[in-house]
């Protein structure tokens, strides 16, 4: 396919490999390293390789975000969205105020809500299964997909249960999935910098792999462009592979770079100030070589990048361009410049323009009708 581009003759051996079969931690690593022509073909051999494995589509959701709370007991250094009870600006919704939104969301063709919120120090599990009763019983049809791993070994430790009975309590109530988020970089060096109070590389594994086993898929995620480099990439990329071998139970990855705008970290000179486009396209690439058809959804968070460098990030071996996103508040409040709700239309429109086919699913990647 190369033969007759001057690139680096290892990295072409490594991207004809990859055409057919897994590639290593080390091929990955040099891969994140590529320039000029050989960056070129590692983002051409991605998307040849999305097109062989997924095909033309690109999908979407329609969704909306409840964010419950900014009140939150957390010291992630990344974070601009939490406030302290007195703060201004601080709110915590009641639960019918969350039914209320997710009524409205229904109404207005949403077909998940995704719930999530700050670590308040006045709930536990127990008021994550009471959101998810009334809702369920105001919207039956509609999917939850709510609470991620923090927000799951919070509400486990504040109401004394174990990660498994939570789990098993909230499927139960209504839960049909979670958001990976609050993976950073599953790294515990890094985690100790940027968000030293959250759970460890291993517990956040632990709560992954018992959601999947009690029958609850998950995302899963990776927030990059702070304080870590590309061995640590290609690490935590190598743990979301290994995991996915053992449960299936992830259902796309979403790459997610590091707002630095607000982000505290950034303000005290600790981090770097995100990623460059290219670091980007060369995650998309190398993660689409790595995980292949175990991890088949790759998305494109629009929120973070804006929809003109979306469409590039489309070319570079993704498939999904992520939801309509209804109230998106975290995103923005460290100063991401997107995030307001967005119509399938414009979703399509987006996606039309870069010659691919345009595809409205579900949480669990089941096509439906567009709305």
Known sequence: MFDKMSIDPQIREILKKAMDEEISTEEAG????????????????????????VGNKITYIPNWNINFTD??????????FKKNTNDEGAYFLDIDEIVRRAKKAADEGAVEVCIQGGLHEDIDAYFYRDI???????????????????????????????????????????????????????????????????????????????????????????????????????EHLEILRNIQKKTGGFTEFVPLSFMHKNAPIFKEGISNPGTTGTEDLKLYAVSRLMFRDLIKNIQVSWVKLGFKFAQICLMA????????????NISRSAGASYGVYTPPSELERVIKDIGRVPACRNTLYTEINSL
């Open 71 to 80: 009140i939150c007991t957390g010291t992630c250094g990344f974070c601009a």
């Open 132 to 234: 998810l009763l009334n809702v369920k019983k105001e919207v039956p049809d509609i999917h939850i997909h709510a609470f991620s791993p923090m927000e799951i070994f919070y509400g486990a430790s504040k109401a004394d249960l174990e990660i498994e009975e939570t789990l098993k309590m909230l499927k139960d109530a209504g839960l049909g999935s979670m958001p990976g988020t609050a993976a950073e970089i599953l790294n515990d060096d890094i985690r100790k910098i940027i968000c030293p109070g959250k759970l460890s590389t291993s517990q956040w594994i632990d709560v992954i792999e018992t959601a999947h086993k009690t029958g609850v898929p998950t995302t899963c995620t990776m927030m990059y462009g702070h304080v870590e480099n590309i061995s640590h990439r290609v």
């Open 30 to 53: 040099k891969l994140m390293e590529t320039q000029g022509k050989d960056f070129q073909a590692l983002i051409l051999t991605a998307d040849l390789l999305r097109e062989k494995l």
């Open 317 to 328: 071996g993704t498939n999904d361009l992520g939801g309509t996103l209804g109230e998106e």
